[in-house]
């Protein structure tokens, strides 16, 4: 158990619609990571977040966004969805700003139909 | 542009052999450089990374990896496989621009790691 918790950990949606991915952060990690993992893209970053602020963007699509809040935790927003938007998302945190490692929850399953 | 590549899908040793799991990176400057390793219905796990100093990292599960610069390769070792190291590994750089806003982490495609008993 990494200490990242993901909520939910399934999802079933349909196209057009919005969700929300919630991530809490291992105790006193201060940055919070978005990654998306499909079988044809693979492992693809998404967007850091250090301490309530954005620290990093990735390949995220402009119907995506992120935040975090005070008390660290994050949500990524995903809207108008797809039928290419069913994957795999992970959240990840790291005590620092990302030299070091980072720690994996157990992700999010999202199916669009 | 930064990039990582993992040149082989799938990869298959018999136990107790040794296991060599390929990567190579393109970043300017220093990278950063990270081995992870996702196991079915999980999220990854962080194996072994380079910052700097000694070129042969040691990590998790006796799993070790070496930086080469000249060749911008930072290989995965583990001198004797078990069957529960089958799994799928991924390469991880990230550019020392740390401090930027264009400062990003990749990750390779992956390779599936497959030890026959």
């Known amino acids: 158990d990494s200490g990242v918790t993901q909520t939910p950990k399934h999802l079933i949606t349909a196209t057009g619609q919005r969700v929300t991915l919630r991530c809490s952060p291992r105790?006193?990690?201060?940055?919070v990571y978005w990654y998306q993992q499909s079988l044809d893209q693979g492992l693809q970053f998404l967007i850091q977040y250090y301490n309530g602020e954005e620290r990093a963007k990735g390949n995220i699509l402009e119907r995506f966004s992120a935040q975090q809040f005070p008390d660290l935790h994050s949500e990524l927003n995903l809207s108008s969805l797809e039928l290419g938007d069913s994957a795999l998302y992970f959240c990840?945190?790291?005590?620092?700003?990302?030299?070091?490692?980072?720690?994996f929850g157990p992700g999010t399953r999202l199916t669009v139909l | 542009a930064q990039s990582v590549a993992q040149p082989e899908d799938q990869v298959n040793v018999a136990e107790g052999n040794p296991l060599t799991v390929k990567c190579t990176y393109s970043v300017s400057g220093n990278p950063y450089l990270f081995w992870y390793v996702q196991y079915p219905n999980r999220g990854l796990q962080f194996l072994l990374k380079?910052?700097?100093?000694?070129?042969l990292v040691k990590g998790s599960y006796g799993f070790e990896a070496e930086f080469n610069k000249s060749q911008t390769s930072f290989h995965l070792k583990k001198p004797s496989a078990l069957v529960s190291d089958s799994a799928l590994y991924f390469c991880a750089v990230r550019d020392r621009g740390g401090y930027s806003s264009a400062s990003k982490i990749i990750f390779g495609s992956g390779t599936r790691l497959s030890i026959r008993p």
């Open positions: 380079y910052i700097t100093g000694d070129n």
């Open positions: 990840a945190s790291s005590p620092g700003q990302g030299m070091g490692e980072q720690f």
């Open positions: 105790s006193g990690d201060l940055s």
